[in-house]
């Protein structure tokens, strides 16, 4: 005989949804979506009203129309006769090439700067820790600017290089640095120099086989290979050995003085470098600062453990600490090189030609077409974000613990 | 019954979005305050002084349009815009009217979707460069780096150009006048090329103006004028006019000095009509009957303007050329006030 009775069967009142804690998240659920919906939806009908009471539409063929203006920093063939989807594109690449640029850059000065930073020595200490709150509590805007305008007031203009200026080209007459940029020699591919750029290639391959056998090798047996060297001459012997044997086929072309501006050579152009500059040490400031977080939060019986083994301190770095600070300081990484991608964004401020300064600013201004050009704008940024987020999580679960 | 409330909504939100844009004249007046974009600052256009008030030719013409709206010269805010920023504001309604150096061309006015109001300054696209260059002419210019503002017709021109003479040049890009003007006595540029007013207005605010040289090419037609957003065109009436006013006060010689004098009552009928002694237009416009006398004792007519902000005794220096009225051989022509 059973003494348990049916629980009384509730009658549901219209209170239990605001009172009762099983419907009450799904009912704040259900406002907000309504909510939601609703701001979204007035966003859309105010935008086509406004559009409309403009008298405008929502085209994107203004992108095969021609643009009419000209771009000085191109990675692609274009000119004025160009259509306004080709300056779009070379603003894209413009972005991309800065923001490489400088994610590698960043990343260099920030581990560097991060791992000084927790240096015994007290001046060097002390002085990282100047550079990372000097940089970080600063505007990069401020940052681009000051470096832009020290860059073009502090060099000789063209001009001065000329007999008799005040100015003269460095290392052997090869490189100028002036208000404009600075030239460096391009070099000229003649024929069989792909041969030798394929060596060059193969070698890398090599050095990365290398260094995959000497780290198996190292986990099997604790032997240690001089990957340095190795990797150092299998850089330039290979390569240098073609180049030789092919008949020296790549030469330079030295910049030179002629007219207004040098010619030949390869400029890079002061806004390039400015915002290159600019964007690398504001955000190398805050990667230092993962990186010291990254390094602080393996704990320090790990080094002394290291010490006791015999490790050598460079060892215990880059065998014990650095491997597993790795796994604190990816994720944190992305966010900075995402930081930096939409940050490049600021190049107009120097009149660098990015696609914000080009599709975004110029194309925008020509055509009127605002709504359009901003959502391409922003889907671009979007699409850009994602891959690199999404190519950083593949090497960070490359790093990151593996549990067994 | 969900998706009612949903196309209600919809509806109301619709109907909220619709009301702003529509009558600027009732939008300035319940402001009342004229929202003008000027430049970021070009010496005789538009520039604040030393006391923070803006003044200049273009602004000239915001105060104009203010005194006959508002009954006051000062009740203007003024929005600096770079070449870049200035459509975007206009057409988003921030300003109720856009004074700035800004050239009437075809795509601004039916693309872009602007109503231009008139023309108060015929101006072309010039090229300054240092006298040490020792340049005479802008066909010798291969090779050399030109400063530009982006989001200009000066852009637009200078391709057309270089392209055409099959020169070739390096555009240094740049957003407002005082960056350029930098940029250009760093000698970060050998050339600056912008409308010759601007030029001659930039020069003047140089340390050494004689050291540089506006050289003969004027390469493009840069019909500079006001306008206002397309959509109300009784406030672009209320524009056109107050700059008709300005210019048809010159050719009538009704200036500051004159000006209650002559109200008082001429036997020119024109005059009496601008001034609101005789006929209605003041009414037509949805103004009262002394909107242009007001607007013309703003700054005065249109010569005394020129001639306080960018005239041949100012350190501009720019003579009437073709800003002169038509009767001394000039371009401006006025419709008639009737
Ligand atoms: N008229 C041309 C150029 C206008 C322009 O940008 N002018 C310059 C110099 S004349 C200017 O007003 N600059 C002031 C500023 O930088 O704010 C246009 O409408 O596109």
New interface residues.
């Given amino acids: 005989m059973t003494t348990l009775t049916d629980p009384p069967k509730e009658s549901f009142r219209l209170s239990q949804l605001i009172y009762d804690t099983r419907y009450r998240s799904l009912t704040i659920q259900v406002v907000a979506m309504f909510l939601l919906v609703l701001a979204l939806s007035w966003l859309v009908s105010n935008t086509i009203q406004n559009l409309a009471a403009l008298g405008k539409d929502f085209d994107f063929g203004f992108l095969t129309n021609v643009a009419g203006y000209d771009i000085n920093q191109r990675l692609i063939e274009y000119d004025s006769t160009s259509t306004h989807g080709r300056a779009a594109l070379v603003g894209i690449l413009n972005t991309l090439l800065v923001a490489f640029l400088g994610c590698i850059l960043a990343t260099v000065i920030g581990v560097i700067a991060g791992v000084l930073r927790l240096s015994k020595n007290w001046i060097i200490a002390r002085l990282m820790t100047v550079y990372v709150e000097g940089f970080r509590n600063v505007p990069l805007l401020l940052w681009i600017i000051v470096i832009f305008a020290v860059m073009t007031e502090s060099t000789p203009s063209p001009r001065d290089f000329r007999e008799g200026g005040s100015a003269s080209m460095m290392l052997f007459d090869s490189i100028a640095v002036s208000n404009r940029g600075v030239y460096v020699p391009a070099p000229i591919w003649a024929e069989g120099s792909a041969i030798v750029v394929a060596v060059f290639l193969l070698s890398l391959v090599g050095i990365f086989l290398f260094r995959r056998f000497a780290r198996a090798r190292q986990e099997a047996t604790g032997q240690i290979l001089p990957v340095g060297w190795v990797a150092l001459g299998l850089f330039f012997g290979p390569a240098l050995i073609a180049f030789f044997l092919m008949g020296r086929p790549i030469s330079l072309e030295y910049p030179e003085l002629g007219g207004f501006n040098f010619t030949g050579g390869i400029q890079l152009r002061n806004s390039l470098i400015a915002l290159w500059l600019a964007l690398s040490l504001y955000t190398g400031a805050f990667i230092a600062e993962n990186v010291r977080g990254g390094i602080l939060a393996v704990s320090k019986g790990q080094t002394e453990a290291a010490f006791a083994l015999g490790l050598r301190p460079n060892r215990t770095m880059s065998l014990v600490i650095l491997p597993q600070a790795l796994r604190v300081i990816i994720p944190p990484l992305i966010s900075q090189y995402l930081n930096l991608t939409k940050n490049s964004s600021l190049a107009i401020a120097v009149g660098y030609m990015d696609v914000r300064s080009t599709l975004g600013g110029i194309t925008i201004n020509q055509t009127g077409r605002e709504l359009e050009g901003m959502l391409l704008l922003g889907l671009f940024y979007l699409i850009t974000s994602l891959v690199i987020s999404g190519v950083m999580n593949i090497y960070n679960n490359s790093v990151k613990l593996k549990e067994r | 019954m969900k998706k009612s409330v949903?196309l209600g909504?919809?509806t109301v939100?619709?109907l909220?979005?619709?009301v702003?844009?529509a009558a600027t004249l009732d939008d300035v007046k319940a402001r009342g305050a004229l929202n003008c974009g000027v430049t970021t600052g070009l010496v005789g256009f538009a520039a604040p002084d030393a006391n923070g008030n803006w003044d200049g030719f273009d602004v000239g013409v915001c105060r104009a349009v203010a005194a006959a709206v508002l009954g006051d010269p000062m009740a203007v805010n003024f929005v600096p815009t770079t070449?870049?920023t200035r459509?975007?504001a206009l057409?988003s309604g921030e300003i109720d009217l856009l004074a700035r150096n800004t050239t009437w061309t075809f795509?601004r006015d039916v693309?872009?979707?602007f109503e231009f109001v008139g023309i108060n300054y015929y101006d072309g696209q010039g090229f300054m460069v240092p006298k040490?260059?020792g340049v005479s002419s802008a066909k010798e210019?291969?090779?050399?780096?030109v400063c530009i503002q982006?989001?200009t017709t000066t852009?637009?021109n200078?391709?057309?150009f270089?392209?055409v003479n099959n020169i070739s040049?390096?555009?240094?890009?740049?957003?407002t006048n005082a960056e350029a003007q930098q940029?250009y006595l760093?000698?970060?540029?050998?050339v600056y090329t912008t409308d010759a007013s601007g030029l001659a207005a930039t020069r003047a605010s140089f340390e050494n103006p004689g050291d540089h040289v506006v050289l003969p090419e004027i390469i493009s037609k840069e019909p500079l004028g006001p306008l206002v957003?397309?959509?109300d065109p009784e406030w672009g009436d209320i524009a056109r006019w107050t700059l008709n006013a300005l210019i048809a006060a010159e050719e009538l010689g009704i200036t500051s000095a004159n000006i209650e004098e002559l109200s008082a009552g001429t036997n020119n009928p024109e005059i009496n009509r601008i001034l609101g002694t005789e006929g209605e237009l003041g009414a037509m416009l949805g103004l009262d009957a002394e909107w242009a006398k007001r607007a013309i004792m703003a700054g005065g007519n249109y010569g005394e303007l020129f001639e306080k902000t960018i005239g041949e005794n100012t350190p501009i220096g720019l003579a009437r050329g073709l800003n002169a009225q038509w009767t001394d051989g000039g371009l401006l022509y006025t419709p008639p006030f009737r």
């Avoid at chain 2, 040049?169 to 957003?175: A, D, H, L, S």
């Avoid at chain 2, 760093?186 to 050998?190: F, L, N, P, S, V």
């Fill in positions: 949903f909504a919809l939100a619709g909220a979005a619709g702003a844009g070449g870049q459509f975007t057409a795509s693309d872009l979707k040490s260059l210019l291969d090779g050399a780096t982006t989001g852009e637009l200078l391709a057309d270089f392209r040049y390096e555009p240094v890009p740049i957003e940029q760093a000698g970060a540029c050998d957003r397309h959509g």
